[in-house]
């Protein structure tokens, strides 16, 4: 059972950065793909960007492409995501995910979860 641990969020002004870190309790941390979701009340959860095993492959849907940077750090066991330019749009609970083998941006590919970290932005 991997475990997974958001941190990071919290209430900014529309423009501000942010960076959120998922801590994983999984002993081959590079053998998981790691993927960002976020999801907004009454919505379903929406893809954000990933990565893979290696940190090789990277993908951002197209709200966050060129405001956002997802990374990893394998021996540290924790992905990131960077956000800069936050607009009131990006308000919603993040979610970071966990997957054996290629990266996805389907949210059922991904077996392990963490609990989620709230990001509001102001006006």
């Known amino acids: 059972q991997v475990q997974l641990a958001e941190s990071g969020g919290g209430l900014v002004q529309a423009g501000d950065s942010l960076n959120l870190s998922c801590k994983s309790s999984a002993r081959a941390f590079d053998a998981y793909s790691m993927a960002w979701f976020r999801q907004r009340p009454g919505e379903e959860r929406e893809f954000v960007a990933l990565?893979?095993?290696?940190?090789?492959?990277?993908y951002y849907s197209e709200a966050v492409e060129g405001r956002f940077t997802i990374s990893r750090d394998n021996a540290q066991n924790t992905a990131y995501l960077q956000m800069r330019r936050l607009a009131l749009g990006d308000t919603a609970v993040y979610f970071c995910a966990a997957s054996e083998g290629p990266p996805y941006t389907n949210a059922y590919k991904y077996t392990y979860w963490g609990q989620g970290t709230q990001v509001t932005v102001s006006s």
């Open positions: 990565i893979s095993g290696g940190g090789d492959i990277t």
